[in-house]
């Protein structure tokens, strides 16, 4: 039996934070407290997707009561996950670092097909196994997502920009639900579905699931409506939601108990979509599910500090897809690796696995053409779906790969962080070296330093002297780094620590 460890999960969507922890033990997690808060993150934003001050103050009260929860946390214990408003908010990017600072923790922003997957893997786990392929639906704040898969493996996975929040907002303002309101919002869903629908056909699955909470509290009232216990939602139970709804002018909290009154206030767009769903993927029955993409995040930790870890799968995938060479990947992998060392980036394990898939992936863009392939590579690593990979991390593959070769201009930025211009260096003297494809036993070079004004080098002389061709590149490359204001220094010695006299520089 392996030790207990106590693993966090903060799932940052666009109706409601949610933070999970748990103890996992042997495979499984087995839960120990929940936080949630109606934060609405996703009714801030403004018709041109900017993030309202008052959404933003509202997620940083939320995320500094997360953050004292999670004190005494350390960093591989706890993930945080923003979905769609994270998504398409144009000024995210300056909120995430107040909001990271509040809870404590780095926040992951995924895509769309990512935040599906993480959706499918919390549900399986929640449910008895079963060889049924299984239909899931997922109604969030601000996105809908829909996953067919069996057993714990997702086979499609889709993410639409519709959401209960979004929805309700822009059919049903101020609560109201009129007929033409209902009708317009069903044929928007209509219109965001039909691109898909023909993959989510009732042929290709056997057992409809809903997650989350637009799918339990549609479950709730309709099962306390019609007298059903198991919690099922029917297209008949829908459609009479639909004329109660229309009848009565909207919903209010007091009509419906057992639902939370923050849920109750964006219902009406929840069940827009839920019918839409119902019948453009032929549904006639759906069961809820308790888990979500919280408890997927706890299992996708779990996986990731094992041999499981998705991430690898997918870096495979793509070197199949793309017709990588392989065996010069791993030569370069190898070579990056021995150039980079282990005093600059000390017990940073992430800083290391990044070099490796960036090693991995540099030359997919061979598939599209040799001209400025390591562009075509940084464009599909920046712009595909990567199972396992959060944005910011695909965000840093593509520059790493970007970075390999060619002038430094294009990824001064990054330049500019120790690590970072670590990992590009090893990786652009990597490649260097295995420009032959012929794989080097033993690398000739090392990192010994790295600063925003030098980065220093040692080459074995004996080597070098008898590699005029790798002197004249490393010469070039020097060029390239005085370009943007950095030396780089190549110490010709015999040996790690001895130095010589020799110094090889760009001229």
């Not at 300056?94 to 993480?118: H, Q, S």
Request: aromatic share 6%; proline share 4%; net charge negative.
């Amino acid at each position: 039996m392996k030790d207990a460890q106590i693993l966090a999960a903060v799932d940052l969507g666009s109706n409601s934070f949610h933070l999970a922890v748990a103890r996992s033990l042997d495979g499984q997690v087995f839960p120990l407290d929940a936080l949630r808060e109606p934060v609405r993150l996703g009714a801030g934003l403004s018709p041109d997707k900017i993030l309202s001050a008052d959404a933003q103050d509202r997620a940083l009260d939320c995320l500094a009561r997360f953050g004292q929860r999670l004190r005494g946390f350390e960093p591989g214990q706890v993930r945080a996950v923003g979905t769609n408003t994270f998504r398409i908010a144009k000024n995210i990017s300056a909120f995430v670092p107040a909001a990271e600072d509040a809870l404590g923790f780095p926040i992951e922003v995924v895509a769309g097909r990512e935040e599906a997957r993480l959706i499918y893997l919390g549900v399986t786990h929640s449910m008895p196994p079963s060889r049924a392929r299984r239909l899931v639906v997922d109604i969030g704040g601000g996105s809908t997502e829909c996953i067919i898969g069996q057993f714990y493996r997702p086979l499609r996975l889709e993410s639409l920009y519709m959401g209960c929040v979004s929805y309700t907002l822009r059919f049903f303002p101020d609560g109201r639900v009129t007929a033409d309101g209902m009708r317009r919002a069903r044929v928007a869903a209509l219109t965001e579905l039909e691109p898909v629908a023909h993959e989510f056909s009732p042929a290709d699955w056997s057992q409809a699931v809903g997650s989350s909470g637009s799918a339990r509290a549609l479950s709730q009232i309709i099962g306390e409506q019609n007298g059903l216990e198991d919690g099922v939602i029917t297209r008949e139970g829908l459609e009479g939601l639909v004329d109660r709804a229309v009848r009565s002018g909207g919903f209010e909290p007091e009509d419906f108990p057992q639902v939370r009154p923050d849920r109750v206030q964006v219902l009406a767009g929840g069940l827009a979509i839920m019918c839409s769903v119902f019948e453009a993927f032929g549904i006639e029955r759906m069961a809820p599910a308790e888990g979500a993409m919280r408890q997927g995040i706890l299992y996708d930790m779990l996986g990731r500090a094992s041999e499981k870890d998705l991430r690898g799968v997918t870096v495979q995938q793509f070197q199949r897809r793309y017709q990588v060479d392989v065996v010069q990947a791993q030569a370069v992998e190898r070579a990056a690796l021995a150039i980079l060392g282990d005093h600059l980036c000390g017990d940073d394990d992430t800083a290391r696995q990044q070099l490796r898939w960036a090693a991995d992936l540099h030359e997919l863009g061979l598939s599209v053409a040799h001209a400025g392939y390591h562009k075509h590579s940084a464009y599909i690593l920046r712009n595909a779906d990567m199972p396992g990979f959060s944005r910011a991390e695909q965000d840093a593959l593509a520059t790493l790969v970007l970075g390999h070769r060619g002038k430094l201009g294009k990824v001064a930025p990054m330049l500019r962080h120790p690590v970072r211009r670590a990992q590009i260096a090893a990786l652009r003297l990597a490649a260097l070296l295995q420009r032959s494809r012929h794989p080097i036993e033993e690398v000739p070079l090392r990192l010994v330093g790295c600063s925003d004004a030098r980065v220093q080098v040692w080459v074995d002389q004996d080597w070098l002297a008898d590699h005029p061709l790798t002197q004249a590149a490393l010469a070039e490359e020097g060029r390239q780094w005085e370009l943007i204001g950095c030396e780089l220094r190549l110490d010709a010695q015999s040996s790690v620590g001895r130095s010589d006299e020799g110094v090889l520089e760009a001229s």
